[in-house]
């Protein structure tokens, strides 16, 4: 048995499951075992926890694994969690999301996703508990969002759902829900870890009042990628969406080292023409019926800048 101020894991006879129980003795969790290897020195484990319980799901995870490296000699610890457990406490203590296992297990008569998470002891035992990259500038900030965000990131697209039709792809209802809206950060969060693509939120104190992105990213020779960007219905003409665009570029070209940035926007955007321009960006032409806008091909005028 091991335990803290905020939790108990205890383990069965064979030591294949753990249960986890708060102070008052009530059970909030479990762990499976699902694979061990000795020759590759890493454990695989499937964790449950009971979302009413996530105040204490850091706190058992950190016992734990705590635990699992200091008793057993391994370098690479895997953990499968089901869609609806909170990420943000894996990344407080620095697992990497390593892939999305689809329809992978039966809960409530229906299949569910799974997230493939890992941690190598060696980033383990340097653990500092650091925020999601954040780019912070005069009255806003960016930041990679995460499964704590996703009710927000739902209302940003439900209060702007007839503002935004006029400028991207149409979308069913499907997703106007907070399950999509979890997906689309967890799988953003995995093209993040890859460098194809990132998914910031924009903020003005703590609610979000945009979104901008930079993807199609390619590397070697080319170091090009495109950026796209929204900015809530109420908050516009406020200088919101030059500010992150200039926020992004400086990421883009100082720390991720691209060349060229391109955008595209619709021939008759007026404001964001005049984002891109305010920004540094020369428009090089039209492009004929470039993207499927709200169920039409439309044409684009397309933009570009490079480094210095």
């Not at 699902?34 to 016992?63: G, H, P, Q, V």
């Not at 060349?259 to 023409?273: C, G, P, W, Y």
Request: proline share 0%; hydrophobic share 40%; aromatic share 14%.
């Amino acid at each position: 048995m091991i335990e803290n101020d905020f939790v108990i894991i205890e383990a069965n006879e064979n030591n294949k499951r753990y249960v986890i129980r708060n102070k008052s003795k009530i059970e909030i969790g479990n762990i499976q075992i699902i694979e061990y290897s000795d020759a590759n020195k890493n454990c695989t484990f499937r964790f449950y926890f009971y979302e009413k319980e996530n105040k204490y799901l850091k706190e058992a995870i950190k016992i734990f694994i705590d635990m699992i490296f200091k008793s057993i000699d391994l370098c690479k610890i895997n953990v499968v969690i089901g869609q609806n457990i909170e990420l943000q406490p894996f990344f407080d203590l620095n697992f990497s999301v390593e892939g999305v296992i689809k329809n992978n297990i039966i809960k409530d008569d229906k299949f569910n996703n799974e997230i493939l998470l890992g941690i190598e002891y060696s980033t383990y035992k340097n653990t500092k508990c650091e925020n999601l990259l954040r780019l912070d500038g005069n009255n806003i900030y960016l930041r990679i969002l995460s499964t704590y965000d996703s009710d927000k990131l739902l209302n940003y697209y439900k209060r702007n759902k007839e503002y935004l039709r006029h400028f991207e792809e149409l979308k069913n209802e499907n997703f106007y829900t907070l399950e999509f809206q979890k997906n689309i950060i967890i799988q953003s969060y995995v093209q993040f870890l890859n460098k194809s693509q990132f998914f910031w939120g924009i903020f003005k104190d703590e609610a979000i009042i945009g979104i901008i992105q930079l993807y199609d990213i390619s590397w070697g020779i080319f170091k090009s990628a495109t950026i796209g960007y929204s900015i809530d219905e109420k908050e516009q003409q406020k200088g919101y969406a030059k500010e992150a665009v200039n926020i992004i570029l400086e990421y883009a070209f100082n720390t991720l080292k691209l060349h060229r940035i391109q955008a595209a926007t619709l021939i008759d955007n007026v404001k964001s023409k005049s984002v891109l321009k305010a920004c540094g960006f020369k428009e090089i032409g039209i492009s004929e019926k470039y993207l499927f806008i709200n169920g039409n091909w439309e044409d684009h005028c397309i933009f570009c800048k490079l480094s210095n």
